[in-house]
């Protein structure tokens, strides 16, 4: 039987020394950790996890600030409101939730947000300093992912990872992550994508399989090496005339079938999806605290 690798037990954990140490800097230093949400325009999804991140401040004791705006704000509101956060003592983090309104340029917008405050980690600042391995905000979800191996003790050393996705915010990042010379990386790393055709050559030599290509089931039992570590961190709707809202939530990896073969793998829902919050929770603090060494 493989390990079912449990996010929502993690991100608790995360989330419970969280507080200890908010309070602890609450007590010594009278810092609060502050977070900047902003949310344009009314995807649903979007709405959903912005409410969830202010719900998150609220149960850790964090200052936050929703900032909701509509769907036609000029892009010139959404920077003049980044810039007064950047300058905001009280915010810590500034975060601007993903997708923007089709006349909006997201580089401009993630650019426009002071490198010390981006708990993203999406600023070509931050990405920087992950490739060249100085400290500084790590994007969350690959963070969690670095988070969820540790956890189960999963040894990156010298293993081959093999990463299916080369987005900016999982992909790119998490290969970064695992071959840097540091004691949760020097992983050797094979990045593959789908426009690769047959991958299977390549994730066949993984030992640890991690899945970002936004494709529902698209990894089956014949892509993944007997005794593997598969991690996904896929979730996409299909169709599921059983259930009562006639969809359910699958990831990347044909769970059912691929897990037999597996030392460990993460499920969806439950795996990766509950580490994100817990990890931007997580920069938040470690902004607020002043551990990374950004200038002021
Ligand atoms: N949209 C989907 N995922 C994310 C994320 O991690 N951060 C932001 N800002 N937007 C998103």
Known sequence: ?????DGKLVASEVLKDLKEKTRQLKEKK??????ALMLVGNNPASKVYVNSKRKACEDLGYFSVVEHMPEDTPEKKILELIEKWNSDERIHGILVQLPLPRHTNELKVTLKIKPS???DG?????????VIGLPGFRPCTPAGILELLKFYKIQTYGKHVV???RSNIVGKPIANMLFQKAPEGNAIVT????AGGDIRKFTLLADILIVAAGRPQFITPDHVKEGAVVIDVGINRIDDPASPKGYKLVGDVDFDNVAPKTHAITPVPGGVGPMTIAMLMKNTFLSASGELGYEA
Request: hydrophobic share 45%; net charge neutral; glycine share 10%.
């Open 1 to 5: 039987m493989p390990i079912i690798i």
């Open 30 to 35: 009278n810092i609060v950790p502050g977070l």
């Open 117 to 119: 405050k981006d708990v």
């Open 122 to 130: 999406f600023h070509p600042e931050n990405f920087g300093r992950l």
């Open 163 to 165: 990463v299916v996705g």
């Open 191 to 194: 990045i593959c994508h789908t």
